[in-house]
């Protein structure tokens, strides 16, 4: 197994530290130029370890509400937003630090999240209580626009470059479907195959993916029209679960939950060109900002995941919370 800790990451800490003390910026300076943590949420433990990405350790733990399952920067990059589903609630924490720095409530059911690319819009699904609710953002503060009803237990969204339409799965009706923004109107709904999970918009917006959790694969829709056509099939690995854009405009990572594996997806040619062992469950991913390592939930096994892609291999694990979900840090490459 590889030694992790001369991985570029690590590498570039070590070294960009003892630069600036030898340029005599002082300590100071050294700890502010740390790497960011990375973040993993437990939830079912109520709680977000924090992890340091040079010596590979749990360096804190901190109470959330009831299950946190996903988390999202805000625009401003001065606040990762951590969703507690069963608590209604959202927490902030500063993205460099850990620090906690204030809790939202009245969030109804906040379990997956995101903004809007024009950063005018916060959306949020419902998995228990199945409704999308859409939120205006002034910077600060999120008043509630809409409230959507919707068909059975909304998992995943994903808005368009544009900021004009949410895409929304429903895990348990097995359904996608897509919202007017602006107007927040539903536009259109399709059926899926088995338990649509996690969506995936290709950067020119013309296509979205679909992780199947209840099936083998990833489906394809062209959503360029006024109604969405599914195109194709792409078989990953059983569980097909969530995505995360390797970073270079070109592929995408689907893990895949029961296959115990990670797809790499070229979106231009819509098929698989690499795979990745991931053990015990692998679920939501981050990737380092120098695109080698995949960070990934092991989530029976209560542990992260780094994969190194070049190695092809698992190279660390850290010991972390129950059934471990969102992964994140701010040290990441592009998401696209």
Not at 40 to 47: I, K, Y
Not at 202 to 213: E, H, Q, S
Not at 316 to 331: A, E
Request: glycine letters at 8%; hydrophobic letters at 40%.
């Amino acid at each position: 197994m590889a030694h992790f800790s001369s991985s570029s990451l690590g590498s570039l800490t070590r070294g960009l530290a003892r630069w600036l003390l030898s340029a005599g910026f002082g300590l100071g300076a050294v700890v502010a130029q740390a790497a960011a943590p990375v973040f993993v949420m437990n939830s079912l433990d109520a709680s977000v370890s924090v992890i340091d990405p040079v010596s590979w350790t749990e360096t804190q733990r901190i109470p959330t509400g009831k299950e946190p399952h996903h988390l999202y920067l805000t625009p401003d990059e001065k606040s990762l937003i951590i969703a507690n589903a069963l608590s209604d609630s959202l927490l902030f924490v500063d993205p460099k630090t850990a620090a906690v720095q204030r809790t939202v409530t009245g969030i109804l059911d906040p379990y997956q999240l995101r903004f809007s690319p024009d950063m005018k819009w916060f959306v949020t699904v419902a998995n228990r209580l199945n409704h999308v609710d859409i939120y205006r953002w002034d910077g600060s503060n999120l008043t509630l626009a809409k409230r959507i009803a919707s068909s059975k237990t909304p998992s995943h969204v994903w808005i368009d470059s544009t900021s004009r339409t949410v895409y929304a799965s429903m895990q348990d009706s097995d359904e996608l479907v897509a919202i007017d923004l602006a107007t927040q109107v539903l536009k259109w709904r399709t059926p899926t195959g088995s338990l649509p999970a996690d969506v995936f918009g290709t950067p020119d917006d013309k296509f979205l993916l679909v992780g199947l959790t209840g099936g083998e694969g990833v489906e394809v829709y062209d959503v360029s029209g006024a109604a969405p056509k599914l195109v194709k099939l792409i078989k990953t690995g059983q569980g097909a679960h969530a995505f995360r854009g390797v970073g270079d405009k070109r592929h995408v990572f689907v893990s895949n939950r029961v296959a115990n594996t990670i797809s790499k997806i070229d979106y231009q040619t819509m098929a698989v060109v690499d795979n990745f062992p991931a053990p015990s469950g692998p679920d939501c991913m981050d990737v380092s900002a120098d695109g080698r390592f995949i960070y990934v939930a092991s989530r029976w096994a209560g542990k992260l995941t780094v994969i190194d892609t070049q190695s092809r291999s698992v190279v660390r694990q850290v010991k972390v919370g129950k059934s471990p979900h969102g992964v994140w840090t701010l040290d990441h490459a592009p998401r696209q």
